[in-house]
């Protein structure tokens, strides 16, 4: 493995690893603030219980997710240090605004959770909002940096340095805002449907368990929306790339050949060599609406690029087939939940629909593991779209092989470990002995 | 008036401060657990970790700013810092996350009594080795044995590696010492009777610890990081300066002897900001000694002025979240 490689993957790594963490820190305050809310209003214990369950799991999820952070922090320099030297300070202010975010995020998430005795429960469920803002801003923010990468705007690269720096320019790029909103959503339906999937987990074995019962309720909702939502997003995100990143776009739907009308290609095999897209549904005139709005647009093949700048097409095409295919998957899940609810059949009593939840728990991850493929893998071999490209600005440092093989094992350990202690949580909230109504507000 | 260069670079030392102050007395804390023992061990624990639960998050998040203005504000020297001490820095990251989810893993163990031993026993360890990995990395940035073409940022290869020398190694038994003590201090302040005075026990050895290794670190400084220790020996300031350190260290003692605890909290506070405030003042104008300095490596006006607006801003967030974490949880 040569060591731009290894660097490449330890980055990979390292970020698929936070992701899922950081998608949870956003995610489930938003669960454990309703669930807060129904018992402030309706003095029911059990929706106290079950808020007090969500933030245990939250807190184990969070500790996670910000140290996790820290390592991708560093390791941006440790990896990427020509990078940062140059692009530092340009993408410098959304990162010093995600400090600020995350400080707010960790403050309250401190208060939230050991100060069930100390706060008013007004101010209490205030601290829990504060959580969800502070996570919501701080992906928000490091998103814009991840924005202005693939598409770079307030600055000029002159040799080997960045000039002209406009950093508010550089923090609103036209990929911002689509891409956040994508991600947002992403983030609020793998966590719902995480959360859904391990109380069908438990309702499969415990039925009556009303905390059980109300908690996939609300899950569902919250991920049922956001899978409602998500296809907007995308698609607004899909114009902006076929605008500023037309090779990635080829590359994501494997079109080698420029083509107008274009077909849009549902699942395939690119092969780069052929220079072909094979086994894929074509439906036509599809890309060019989707892409541009108009039936008759042409859009451009991997072919009219030089054959250095594309990015792997086939890890591209195939994560995103991954994406789009969980979404929908997704998304006829919460139709289906939908019409059990409208024909008064509560989707908690349907066995089946149960167990298809349990199926779906890790797909949202997985879907937002394969978008950030998309975007990464899909920008290669660029690390800032069409200025520098990421093998100029990998460490010199060697054996690189030695920290990823070392990283893999950590993350490996930690989530075996948060893999266990999420189940015994989990399956403990399911036994009646320990049910006993804990402490309310002092 | 001072340069945006020069105003950054105190926004960066005041928040290296507060992160040892604070985030710093986190790991000595856990270092603590490792020495609990006699007949208030478990209580000894346990007043550990009430008191770092709700905070140590929040007060982690102050390395995350220091990391982010470093590589905004100074980006080559960020570079270059990440280049030379790719080990060190490594080995302080696998630290901060053992430590992190181990305490978590622990205070959420739901009974798992496998996963809480291992757990406790990481967490331990790995408050010991982190801030010893941090002094390393401070001590190597300070140490000027990391030569860096200011034009295109290139590292050059030295033959030694900068982090492997008495200097910075002495610099990181003082950080571990300076973190033990500040958790020691604090604990005074959090705890009555014997438990007290088990830790105002604890915090004078860790005091005179401090002491200890400061005194050599000073002298090696001299001889083999003179860029940083001629002038933090031999300036004008100097002898003014470590006579007030020195006073500050002692009066923190003297007011632990007399169980003065909150003077002797706030001076010991104050001997960590005189430590690294004496730090800033020797190392100045250099960001990276000898050949980064506040001048040729800052990032465009534009950025700076930006960054700062931010952390006007920011701070006015921040320290009212603080005031009410803290009011909350601490005396």
Not at chain 1, 230 to 239: F, M, N, Q, R, T
Not at chain 1, 279 to 308: H, N, T
Not at chain 2, 65 to 86: E, K, N, S, T
Request: proline share 6%.
């Amino acid at each position: 493995m040569s060591d731009l490689l290894a660097a490449r993957s330890l980055m990979a790594l390292s970020l698929a690893f936070h992701i899922v963490f950081a998608a949870a820190g956003i995610a489930m305050p938003l669960l454990m603030v309703v669930a807060e809310g129904r018992w402030l209003r309706t003095g029911d214990p059990v929706w106290l219980d079950l808020c007090k369950r969500w933030s245990k799991g939250t807190a184990i999820l969070f500790a996670v997710g910000a140290v996790s952070g820290t390592v991708l922090s560093f390791q941006l320099g440790l990896l990427w240090p020509e990078f940062m030297r140059q692009a530092g300070p340009v993408i410098g202010l959304p990162f010093a605004m995600e400090g600020f975010a995350f400080f707010l995020e960790a403050i309250c998430l401190g208060l939230y959770l050991y100060g069930w005795q100390k706060l008013r429960p007004r101010t209490h469920q205030l601290a829990g909002v504060g959580v969800m803002l502070g996570g919501i801003a701080s992906g928000v923010f490091v998103i814009a940096a991840n924005a202005w990468m693939n598409g770079p705007r307030g600055c000029r690269h002159a040799g080997d340095r960045f000039v002209d720096v406009d950093p508010i320019a550089a923090m609103c790029t036209p990929m911002w805002l689509p891409q956040a909103a994508h991600m947002l959503l992403a983030t609020f339906l793998a966590v719902g449907f995480g959360a859904a999937g391990v109380h069908a987990l438990v309702l499969l074995r415990h039925p009556a368990s009303s905390l059980h019962r109300r908690a996939l309720v609300l899950a569902l909702q919250v991920g049922g929306i956001s899978a409602v939502l998500l296809p907007l997003s995308g698609d607004v995100l899909a114009k902006f790339v076929a605008e500023l990143q037309p090779v990635k776009l080829a590359a994501m739907e494997g079109l080698f050949a420029s083509e107008q009308p274009a077909a849009l290609r549902i699942g395939g095999w690119p092969d780069e060599e052929a220079a072909v897209t094979r086994y894929a549904i074509e439906i036509p005139y599809l890309l060019s609406f989707l892409a541009y709005g108009e039936l008759d647009a042409k859009v451009r093949g991997l072919e009219e690029f030089p054959r250095d700048e594309w990015p792997p097409v086939l890890i591209t095409h195939v994560a995103f087939q991954v994406m789009v295919a969980i979404g929908v998957l997704l998304l006829a899940v919460s139709v289906a939940a939908a019409f059990l609810a409208w024909r008064r059949r509560a989707p908690v009593d349907q066995r089946w629909f149960l167990k298809l939840l349990v199926y779906c728990a890790p797909l949202g991850f997985l879907g937002i593991e394969a978008g950030w493929v998309v975007t990464e893998v899909g920008r290669q071999p660029w690390i800032v779209q069409g200025v520098l490209r990421t093998s100029e600005c990998v460490t010199p440092v060697t054996n690189l092989l030695v920290p990823f093989c070392g990283f893999t094992l950590l993350y490996v350990v930690l989530a075996c470990v948060v893999f266990r202690l999420m189940r015994r949580h989990v399956f403990q909230s399911a036994e009646p002995a320990l049910q006993e109504p804990e402490d309310g507000h002092a | 008036m001072p340069d945006l260069p020069q105003l950054v670079g105190a926004v960066i030392l005041v928040a290296m401060i507060v992160y040892v102050a604070s985030g710093g007395a986190d790991f000595g804390s856990g270092v603590w657990e490792l020495f609990a023992r006699g007949p208030r061990g478990q209580q000894q624990v346990r007043a550990l970790r009430v008191a770092i639960a709700p905070i140590w998050e929040a007060n982690h998040v102050w390395l995350i700013l220091v990391v982010v203005l470093l590589f905004v504000c100074f980006p080559a020297a960020f570079a270059a810092i990440m280049v030379a001490l790719h080990l060190p820095v490594t080995l302080m990251l696998v630290g901060i996350v053992l430590r992190g989810a181990a305490f978590a893993f622990q205070s959420y163990a739901a009974g798992d009594h496998a996963i809480e031993r291992h757990s406790v026993r990481l967490f331990r360890v790995a408050s010991m080795i982190t801030p010893m990995a941090l002094g390393v990395v401070a001590g190597a940035v300070a140490g000027g044995h990391i030569r860096v073409d200011a034009a295109t940022g290139a590292v050059a290869p030295g033959a030694v590696r900068p982090w492997l020398l008495p200097f910075p190694l002495l610099v990181g038994l003082m950080t571990l010492s300076l973190c033990t003590y500040l958790a020691a201090v604090y604990m005074t302040v959090e705890t009555e009777g014997p438990l007290r005075e088990d830790f105002r026990r604890r915090a004078l050895v860790a005091g005179c610890a401090v002491g200890a290794v400061a005194l050599p670190a000073a002298f090696v400084a001299h001889s083999e990081a003179p860029v940083i220790g001629v002038p933090l020996l031999a300036s004008a300031w100097s002898v003014p300066f470590h006579v007030t350190t020195g006073v500050v260290a002692v009066a923190a003692l003297v007011a632990l002897g007399r169980r003065s605890f909150r003077t002797a909290r706030f001076l010991a506070i104050a001997q960590t900001a005189l430590i690294l405030i004496g730090w800033g003042v020797a190392q100045y104008p250099f960001v990276l000694a000898p050949d980064l300095d506040v001048g040729n490596c800052a990032a465009d006006p534009a950025v700076l002025a930006a960054t700062l607006i931010v952390l006007g801003a920011g701070t006015v967030l921040l320290v009212p979240a603080f005031v009410c974490l803290y009011r909350v949880f601490k005396q």
